[in-house]
């Protein structure tokens, strides 16, 4: 992102105001069957600024980053506030600031591949499944990165300057079984710009491995028997629970709106064994997946417990929600581009791990399921919650059993939360989520696997 300091451009700030220079850099690479059937590269910035007068908000963009651009654009965006506090004239005090000032990149330094490279990266992942796993009748490999740099200002006193790359391989295998499809999908990588993160082609050979292993169960697997059952969800479906279906109703801005977590507060929402945290940047002593140390509204992001041992602690929040509910902002205002206003959004939504051991949980269940990986979901702000379950198994007396075929899970994740009686003692994160309310943006979601009880489709 070409260098700009925002900070001339202070004396221009006429009440509360928020400037941000941003610049997303994608990369997309698409391989199927051996074909390169996309390869693109696309940098798209600019400058925008957000003015708040009295509860009302004005807001201006452009792709021009010149200094008469960005004098426009405060301008615009300056009378546009004053405009609508003439109509609407709220009469709101004004928002909380505590100033910070923060510069997180994360940034190679290693040599960059070239698009070139990163497509003969690709070609050699393909040529591996090719050639090991020769009874495949499709196959698709996709690499996808993208580089987050936001510059911000405001007028508060805040500042901050970060680079956040996630650089992503998706994998996907398919076989036949009697004239019919069955296919599984992997991903590897995450934080990190690609360099960092995958070293060489091989560096995903043994996960593709274990993909292909499971991909031979599941040609050979069953439907489930539809049903209330007890289920062990794995890492990855407890943490689309904990994002879709339990995240979303408590942003506060949707808790405004009417969402069912508004009566729960401090109230049992959960097992006693559920902690549920939006963690801001750092988990465990690890830095999460998608990290935030400064939102789009200059405040230091912290972390925000939303369930602490069952009971509904809190709401994500802004500056603005945060003054209607009468607490300190979290930090979760987020914006994709440049050209969008922050909103309300989860960072890295987990639950907490618990004592029990994966092994145990599983020899505790004499008829159900083990779930391991989801597909897609959707839940409302109700908590009712549907998701596509792509790998599975039975879990009979105790012990693994047969592969499943492709089915889905369903609920009130509220309900859910409650029926969960083990927790494994172990972490793991999603890595390439993307969240889209209004606008998509990077989330981190995961957790430890959870005994619980759910209602499961059949064939």
């Known amino acids: 992102m070409r260098h700009i300091d925002l900070r001339e451009f202070s004396g221009l700030f006429k009440a509360y105001t928020e400037l941000r220079a941003q610049e997303n850099r994608t990369v997309s690479i698409f391989s199927v069957k051996g074909n390169i059937t996309t390869n693109s590269r696309a940098d798209i910035g600019g400058i925008s600024a957000r003015v708040y007068r009295s509860g009302s908000w004005g807001f201006a963009s452009s792709p021009d980053l010149s ?21 609407e004239k709220k009469g709101k005090d004004g928002l909380p600031g505590a100033p910070v000032t923060s510069e997180n990149i994360f940034k190679t330094t290693k040599s960059r591949l070239s698009q070139k490279e990163l497509v003969e990266f690709v070609r050699e992942i393909d040529n591996h499944i090719l050639k090991t796993y020769p009874n495949l009748s499709s196959r698709i490999v996709g690499l996808s990165c993208l580089d987050m740099e936001k510059a911000l200002l405001t007028s508060d006193g805040s500042y901050s300057h970060s680079l956040t790359p996630r650089s992503i391989i998706r994998v996907s295998m398919t076989v036949e079984k009697d004239g019919q499809p069955v296919d599984l999908s992997s991903v ?29 169960k599941k040609r050979e697997g069953v439907f489930a028997e539809a049903g209330v059952k007890t289920c062990v969800l794995d890492a990855e479906l407890a943490g689309i629970l904990a994002h879709e279906a339990i995240g979303h109703t408590t942003e ?3 808790v405004v709106g009417g969402s069912v977590a508004g009566p729960l507060l401090n109230k049992e929402a959960a097992s006693p064994l559920v902690t549920l945290i939006d963690f801001a940047n750092t988990a465990l002593g690890q830095t999460c997946p998608v990290p935030v140390y400064v939102d789009d509204e200059g405040t230091k992001a912290e972390d925000a417990v939303l369930i602490e041992k069952g009971i509904l602690r809190g709401y994500m929040h802004n500056k603005e929600s945060a003054v209607h509910f009468g607490v300190a902002p979290t930090g979760n205002a987020r914006a994709y581009q440049f050209s969008d206003e922050p909103l309300i959004r989860m960072r890295n939504t987990a639950i907490l791990p618990g004592t029990s051991k994966l092994a145990d949980m599983i020899a505790s269940v004499d008829d159900g399921y083990y779930l391991i990986r989801p597909s897609n979901g959707q839940a409302d702000s109700t908590s009712e919650f549907m998701f596509g379950v792509t790998l599975g ?3 009979k007396n105790g012990k693994l059993g047969r592969a499943i075929r492709d089915t889905t899970i369903s609920g009130v994740a509220f309900d859910l939360l409650k029926t969960v009686t083990m927790v494994s003692d172990d972490m793991k994160w999603s890595c390439a989520g993307m969240c889209g309310k209004k606008q998509a943006i990077p989330v981190g979601m995961g957790g430890p696997a959870i005994k619980c009880v759910v209602s499961i489709g059949g064939r």
């Open 188 to 216: 590897y990588g995450g934080l990190g710009q690609f360099e960092d993160v995958f070293e060489s082609p091989n560096a995903i050979y043994e996960g593709l491995r274990t993909h292909y292993e499971h991909l031979m």
């Open 393 to 395: 198994y039975e879990i």
């Open 252 to 254: 506060a801005d949707l």
């Open 67 to 87: 200094r008469e651009a960005i004098t426009s654009v405060i301008k615009a965006a300056s009378d546009n506030a004053a405009f609508l506090d003439s109509r």
